[in-house]
């Protein structure tokens, strides 16, 4: 199964990283134009952006893993129009010193088994983990 992993270190703490994952305001902050987030296992996870002609893509998933300040893990619909449908995203956290490692695995078919846009999300993710990064080491 192909997947994308990335990993990087914040200089904030645990609970300052799963606000900027798990809240529209953190969401929209570094991700997403809007966000909604029903916080629960089971919950709706929703994010809004823009395809490449400016037309508004909705992403829509359900939350499969919730564990505060450590595991995030949103279960992509396999329906609808947008490009990560059937995928999974997982977000892990733990402390390492001084820092904060994140780690992300974003898996599962449709975009990911191909090479090329697999290739483009993994541009875009480490595009978006850096403004992540910058985001909340500036506010620390």
Known sequence: MASIRHQIYIAAGSREIWRALTTAEGLTSWLA???RVDGRKGGRFVLV???D????????GMI?????TSHLEVAWDSVGSFPTRG????FKLARDG???RLSLVHS????????EQREQLNVDWRRALRSLQSMLDAAD
Not at 53 to 60: D, F, I
């Open 64 to 68: 499969h893993h919730w564990r505060p």
């Open 87 to 90: 995928t999974r995203l997982s």
């Open 108 to 115: 599962g078919g449709g975009i990911l088994d191909d090479e």
């Open 53 to 60: 002609e400016g037309n508004p893509v909705e992403e829509r």
């Open 49 to 51: 952006g823009e395809d």
């Open 98 to 100: 001084e820092e904060t």
């Open 33 to 35: 134009d809007e966000a």
